[in-house]
């Protein structure tokens, strides 16, 4: 019982950056805007969060930093994207590169520094309930928010006014702009929310998953986050499910190269991957259910016209 409950705990955290730079790309994507920069938005986070963390000794400026640095990345997206109408795909793409090299950088005198972690919050009385208590209430306060931030999106996304513009601006711009509402400052600020998720989800790498700086510490996190919302097919419970399911592959492959499984440790590396590949064909088959659920202006431009 005891090696489950640890191989359920690694679940979590490995799910838990998944989590907040699906959700942070999905609101994004709902505004009509695609970015592709999550990869390097999450590295920029977590060198950025561990370097506060080990400078100042202070786990909230941390993970302020954190967001901090993915929002400020996210910010030069957006006003290419937006203010100079560049190309969604090529400029996500270049944010990915500008950010590897960045944390790189910034993170050179880092590496192989050691942290001891979040510190772990145990909640009263529940916490002490065999099995269920240590898998669910003795977590970091980034598991936590992990949950609150899917339980709010929902919230946001189904029953306010602002989620409807959202959604509406994401699904026709300009009978949104015809209407009076501001496209380009709603789309700005789903760009900078889903910037300062993905910085949140590095700073989890840095000091929660692995207490630690190392280049490429996402290792490809970034573009699974990215499929895990196609796979959800933009909605916020699927996408904490998949960030779930997409947790378990990885774990597993540790697991079973801790038992000597009789397969290469690089094969076994793939597996993530090789999911994330195989998911999105079977999703992409069935076209008529992506359209529906998709928005409809989503990487379009929108040119306004007065």
Excluded at 143 to 153: D, E, K, N
Excluded at 268 to 296: E, F, G, H, Q
């Amino acid at each position: 019982m005891d090696i489950l409950i640890a191989s359920l705990l690694t679940i979590i955290t490995a799910a838990t950056p998944l989590v907040y730079a699906s959700i942070g790309e999905m609101i994004t994507e709902k505004s009509g805007v695609l970015n592709l920069g999550v990869e390097g938005m999450m590295l920029l986070g977590a060198v950025c969060g561990f370097a506060t963390v080990h400078f100042t000794g202070s786990e909230a400026l941390a993970i302020g930093a954190g967001m901090a640095a993915g929002a400020g990345l996210s910010f030069i997206f957006a006003i290419l994207v937006l203010g100079f109408q560049s190309s969604q795909v090529a400029t996500g793409l270049a944010l990915t590169i500008f950010g590897i090299g960045l944390s790189a950088l910034l993170g050179q005198e880092l590496v192989g520094i050691a942290y001891d972690g979040l510190p772990k919050l145990a909640i009263p009385l529940l916490s002490e309930i065999p099995v269920l208590g240590p898998l669910l209430f003795n977590h970091d306060i980034l598991v936590y928010g992990s949950i609150v931030l899917v339980v709010f999106v929902v919230w946001f996304l189904n029953h306010t006014r602002s989620g409807l513009i959202l959604r509406a601006v994401g699904n026709s711009h300009d009978a949104a702009h015809a209407i009076g509402y501001p496209v380009l400052r709603i789309r700005f600020l789903a760009i900078l929310f889903g910037g300062a998720m993905s910085g949140l989800a590095g700073a989890y790498l840095s000091l929660a998953y692995s207490p630690l700086w190392i280049e490429n510490m996402s290792a490809g996190r970034g573009w699974i986050a990215l499929a895990l919302v196609v796979f959800a097919t933009w909605r916020p419970w699927r996408v904490m499910i998949g960030a779930y399911l997409f947790g378990g592959i990885t774990i597993l492959q540790l697991h079973m190269q801790a038992q000597g499984v009789g397969v290469p440790s690089q094969v076994m590396s793939m597996l993530p991957y090789i999911a994330t590949i195989v998911v999105l064909v079977l999703i992409s088959r069935d076209r008529s259910k992506i359209k529906l659920n998709a928005p409809a202006c989503i990487g379009k431009p929108f040119h306004p016209t007065s």
